[in-house]
């Protein structure tokens, strides 16, 4: 069964209005269409922008689309332009002005990136010119490149640290060949190289050292090393030229050897080769390790074989002295004799003892080695012991006499120089005092030099012997000068030192009062913080102070630091406890809350108050801050990626409800009534059952889908309105035969013959209720026709009058009009409406045929058997063809 639903005329565009200004809100309706052009003209518009930011700007600050100003806004990446626009919408458009705001963040962040790149490409250039290149500057400039991102300038950067790495590859060859250097000149006097060679090596070491220290990389060897092998190679250097020495004077002895063992015996004297021997060079010591040793000791073997070999003058006979006396001595003993020549005198004198013989040995190895105070010392004790020898009557052979007597000879020789060349070292120390004030020493140095002249002076002292008067006077002087600044500087750094022993009291003193002030109650704990800091930092500063008194202030302030660190101590455990707390609500934040970022900022503020109020050691500090930011960063990073996954899923949201809009949209013309309430009635719940869509495209998703369900309702609405028209034509029909019935009944002259059963089933069947309700009125019609006909027309012409009264009234409610000549009866209709509608309080025209709806006056409609004129019929048949077409 149809049910009907009839509107206000001003519902539609297109219907007339009605008399009573029941259609009003039709004048409204203008402003969509226009709102709807206007859109279109700034769409068109906005087709044509087509990149350019300069018009896509213009565009959003005089549009007043906010979708087409979010499309428009997609075009713009221009700094100024961004800034302009963010300016400009920040109250109006929030996600235009959310989106330029990202968009210059990202570029400030890039801006940012970019000039920490050129500063860290800057400094790797400096670092390619730099002299001195260190690896962990190098280290400190890649962690700074790898927080860094700058696609421009990566190629720049690693050009500049390829050249870095290539400088630090030659440094660390450098320093590797350095030390492979040293150790090979280390190793050198282990493998008893012959002269020659040793030369030839020594000269290839220092080649290489020369070309190291003229390498663009030198700055880079240790000064230590290099220092080393400067010694190490001058140690070799002069064991070189004493072995070369050494080997000249070796073969000079060997060829006098050779020489004179060529000769005849009787040419030989022994004094004249003592004294040819001994004015050869000198030989290496005969404890000298190694072959040269050897070599000088068989060479004094042969020369003493030699003369052995010599026949010996008879040694004269000492006369007994009277008293103990030193012997006159005879001539001096050559170079080579040795203990056992005293023997060959005969058994009538004996020698000197072991010891005695060995004292000889070291003053004459002493003098060898020009060690005068060892020669001097033993040349002292050889004169005790023979004054004691002489006391028991002990001589000495003619050997050990001529060789005593040879070596105090060479002791008063060598001292007499040593004495000139003292004197002259003097002269020359003078000098060098006297050129210490010129120099710009340090003062610390200038006294070391100074100290260090002074002990050289008493150094030559002791080998050379006292040095005149004048000399002295002159030396102290110098010394007295040159130590003046230095004198001057030391008394200004005691000066200094009791000064900061005074400042040192006065930080005792200031930490004592904030211990009283602090038990008072009267200072606050940040301030007894900031005052530790502040007196621990002074106290680093404090500088020199004796030991002593350095030693006791310590201890005071010690003291006095301990008595407020102890509660300050205990109050920041306290304030470490609270922000572990705030640690621990953080990490339970649950970042899917819509609170998290609110609950977390008033962590962070709390966390910055408690800060300020208490603030603790920095690395205590930082080791909780750095917690609380790992913290805040894994919440933001969670809710990041929860945002992202709830970001995935609304887009997944939107194609699902972009799918439900495109399979509307393409049943929508096919609609029929019996699918489209199926179809509206899934689509809405798969729609209410797909979660949330990209806030931004929320109002377009919105708008598709309700255009597709208006437009599928539309569709439904077109074909129920238009099988409303066709039962409407049904019953409009039967309804005119049913009158055209009626008025034969109501005529007495009308045709007897007409077949009214066989036209009725002509007409198609309406609706089966009002089909019913025809047929019911047909047969009373039909069967008055054949019996009762002037009763019948008696009713219908009665039926007249009400049948115009409701029909004016449906006219009424349908807001159709009724034509001038019922415009009094009309108004008079409408005012009874009204009072009707307000005594019962409906909304409707009121009355007992509105009772039922539209469908129950139009069944009464039909049902009613009344006599009408043409005027009448057309008038009904227009209410039953605006009832049809209003058909629900």
């Known amino acids: 069964?149809?049910?009907?639903?009839?509107?206000?005329?001003?519902?539609?565009?297109?219907?007339?209005?009605?008399?009573?200004?029941?259609?009003?809100?039709?004048?409204?309706?203008?402003?969509?269409?226009?709102?709807?052009?206007?859109?279109?003209?700034?769409?068109?518009?906005?087709?044509?922008?087509?990149?350019?930011?300069?018009?896509?700007?213009?565009?959003?600050?005089?549009?007043?689309?906010?979708?087409?100003?979010?499309?428009?806004?997609?075009?713009?990446?221009?700094?100024?332009?961004?800034?302009?626009?963010?300016?400009?919408?920040?109250?109006?458009?929030?996600?235009?002005a959310k989106l330029m705001q990202s968009r210059l963040d990202a570029y400030r962040h890039h801006e940012a990136e970019l000039r920490r790149a050129q500063a860290a490409v800057e400094q790797a250039?400096?670092?390619?010119?730099?002299?001195?290149?260190?690896?962990?500057?190098?280290?400190?400039l890649d962690r700074r490149w790898s927080v860094i991102t700058a696609p421009e300038l990566d190629g720049t950067y690693q050009a500049a640290r390829a050249a870095l790495g290539q400088r630090l590859e030659a440094q660390v060859g450098l320093q590797r060949a350095m030390i492979d250097r040293l150790a090979a000149l280390r190793r050198l006097p282990l493998e008893s190289l012959p002269a020659n060679e040793l030369a030839a090596r020594l000269e290839a070491l220092a080649r290489e050292q020369a070309e190291a220290l003229r390498a663009p990389e030198r700055a880079s060897l240790p000064k230590g090393l290099v220092?080393?092998?400067?010694?190490?190679?001058?140690?070799?250097?002069?064991?070189?030229?004493?072995?070369?020495?050494?080997?000249?004077?070796?073969?000079?002895?060997?060829?006098?050897?050779?020489?004179?063992?060529?000769?005849?015996?009787?040419?030989?004297?022994p004094d004249a080769l003592r004294r040819e021997w001994n004015r050869l060079p000198a030989l290496p010591a005969g404890g000298a390790a190694g072959a040269a040793g050897d070599a000088s000791s068989a060479l004094q073997r042969r020369f003493d074989e030699l003369l052995a070999s010599l026949p010996q003058p008879e040694p004269r006979k000492p006369k007994e002295p009277k008293e103990p006396r030193e012997p006159k001595p005879a001539r001096p003993a050559q170079e080579g004799s040795r203990p056992d020549d005293a023997r060959q005198d005969g058994t009538r004198q004996r020698?000197?003892?072991?010891?005695?013989?060995?004292?000889?040995?070291?003053?004459?190895?002493?003098?060898?080695?020009?060690?005068?105070?060892?020669?001097?010392?033993?040349?002292?004790?050889?004169?005790?012991?023979?004054?004691?020898?002489?006391?028991?009557?002990?001589?000495l052979t003619t050997q050990q006499a001529d060789r005593l007597a040879h070596l105090r000879a060479e002791l008063k020789r060598l001292s007499d120089w040593a004495r000139w060349g003292g004197n002259v070292s003097r002269e020359e120390l003078i000098k060098n005092v006297e050129a210490l004030p010129t120099q710009n020493l340090a003062m610390s140095e200038l006294a070391k030099k100074v100290g260090s002249m002074r002990d050289?002076?008493?150094?030559?002292?002791?080998?050379?012997?006292?040095?005149?008067?004048?000399?002295?006077?002159?030396?102290?002087?110098?010394?007295t000068t040159a130590y003046a600044p230095a004198a001057a500087h030391f008394k200004h750094l005691a000066d200094e030192r009791h000064g900061n022993a005074a400042r040192g009291e006065k930080l005792v003193e200031e930490a004592r009062n904030e211990i009283a002030r602090l038990q008072s109650g009267e200072a606050d704990w940040k301030h007894v913080a900031g005052t530790v800091q502040r007196l621990r930092l002074a106290w680093s500063h404090l500088g020199a102070i004796d030991r002593k008194e350095k030693k006791r202030l310590d201890g005071l302030f010690t003291d006095a630091l301990n008595v407020l660190q102890a509660p300050l101590e205990q109050q920041r455990k306290t304030e470490m406890a609270k922000r572990e707390e705030i640690i621990e609500q953080a990490a339970a934040i649950d970042?899917?809350?819509?609170?998290?970022?609110?609950?977390?900022?008033?962590?962070?503020?709390?966390?910055?108050?408690?800060?300020?109020?208490?603030?603790?050691?920095?690395?205590?500090?930082?080791?909780?801050?750095?917690?609380?930011?790992?913290?805040?960063?894994?919440?933001?990073?969670?809710?990041?990626?929860?945002?992202?996954?709830?970001?995935?899923?609304?887009?997944?949201?939107?194609?699902?409800?972009?799918?439900?809009?495109?399979?509307?949209?393409?049943?929508?013309?096919?609609?029929?009534?019996?699918?489209?309430?199926?179809?509206?009635?899934?689509?809405?719940?798969?729609?209410q059952a797909i979660g949330p869509v990209p806030r931004a495209h929320e109002a377009r998703v919105e708008k598709r889908y309700h255009a597709a369900v208006a437009a599928v309702q539309q569709q439904l609405d077109q074909a129920r309105r238009a099988a409303g028209m066709a039962q409407a034509g049904l019953v409009r029909d039967k309804l005119r035969l049913v009158q055209e019935l009626e008025g034969a009944v109501a005529a007495p002259d009308s045709p007897q013959d007409t077949d009214w059963e066989a036209r009725w089933r002509a007409l198609p069947a309406p609706d089966a209720e009002l089909e019913r309700v025809l047929r019911a009125r047909f047969d009373a019609a039909l069967g008055a026709l054949q019996a009762g006909r002037e009763a019948y027309a008696q009713l219908l012409e009665r039926n007249r009058a009400p049948l115009l009264h409701d029909l004016l009234r449906m006219e009424i409610g349908a807001g159709i009009d009724s034509g001038p000549e019922f415009a009094r009866e009309r108004l008079k209709l409408q005012v009874e409406v009204l009072q009707s509608s307000l005594k019962s309080g409906q909304k409707g025209s009121g009355g007992k045929a509105e009772q039922g709806g539209p469908?129950?006056?139009?069944?009464?409609?039909?049902?009613?058997?009344?006599?009408?004129?043409?005027?009448?019929?057309?008038?009904?048949?227009?209410?039953?063809?605006?009832?049809?077409?209003?058909?629900?």
């Open 1 to 96: 069964m149809f049910e009907f639903l009839f509107k206000r005329p001003g519902d539609k565009p297109g219907d007339k209005p009605a008399a009573d200004g029941a259609g009003a809100g039709a004048q409204a309706e203008p402003a969509a269409p226009a709102s709807a052009s206007q859109r279109a003209l700034q769409a068109e518009r906005l087709s044509h922008i087509q990149g350019d930011e300069g018009a896509a700007a213009e565009f959003i600050l005089q549009c007043e689309f906010s979708e087409l100003r979010l499309t428009a806004a997609e075009f713009i990446h221009r700094p100024d332009l961004l800034e302009r626009v963010h300016t400009a919408m920040r109250n109006t458009d929030r996600r235009v």
């Open 125 to 140: 250039q400096a670092m390619v010119q730099d002299e001195l290149l260190t690896p962990n500057h190098v280290a400190d």
């Open 227 to 269: 220092a080393e092998f400067g010694l190490e190679h001058q140690k070799l250097l002069a064991s070189l030229h004493a072995i070369e020495a050494g080997q000249a004077a070796q073969a000079a002895r060997e060829a006098f050897l050779a020489e004179q063992q060529g000769k005849p015996v009787a040419e030989l004297q």
């Open 351 to 395: 020698g000197a003892d072991q010891q005695f013989i060995d004292n000889m040995d070291a003053m004459e190895a002493a003098l060898q080695q020009g060690s005068l105070g060892t020669a001097a010392e033993l040349d002292k004790a050889l004169k005790e012991a023979r004054e004691k020898d002489h006391g028991h009557g002990v001589r």
């Open 456 to 479: 050289r002076w008493k150094a030559l002292d002791s080998l050379s012997g006292a040095a005149p008067k004048s000399l002295w006077e002159r030396f102290d002087a110098a010394c």
């Open 591 to 687: 970042p899917h809350d819509r609170h998290a970022i609110d609950t977390m900022r008033a962590l962070q503020q709390r966390w910055q108050e408690q800060a300020r109020a208490l603030p603790l050691e920095r690395k205590a500090e930082q080791a909780l801050w750095q917690r609380f930011r790992a913290v805040c960063d894994g919440v933001f990073q969670r809710r990041k990626e929860t945002m992202h996954e709830a970001d995935i899923e609304r887009r997944a949201h939107e194609a699902a409800k972009e799918a439900i809009s495109a399979r509307l949209e393409a049943a929508a013309p096919d609609v029929t009534a019996a699918t489209a309430g199926k179809l509206l009635r899934d689509a809405a719940a798969e729609w």
């Open 855 to 888: 469908a129950a006056q139009l069944r009464a409609l039909c049902a009613t058997p009344a006599l009408v004129d043409a005027r009448t019929a057309s008038r009904i048949d227009q209410l039953v063809l605006r009832l049809g077409r209003e058909a629900k």
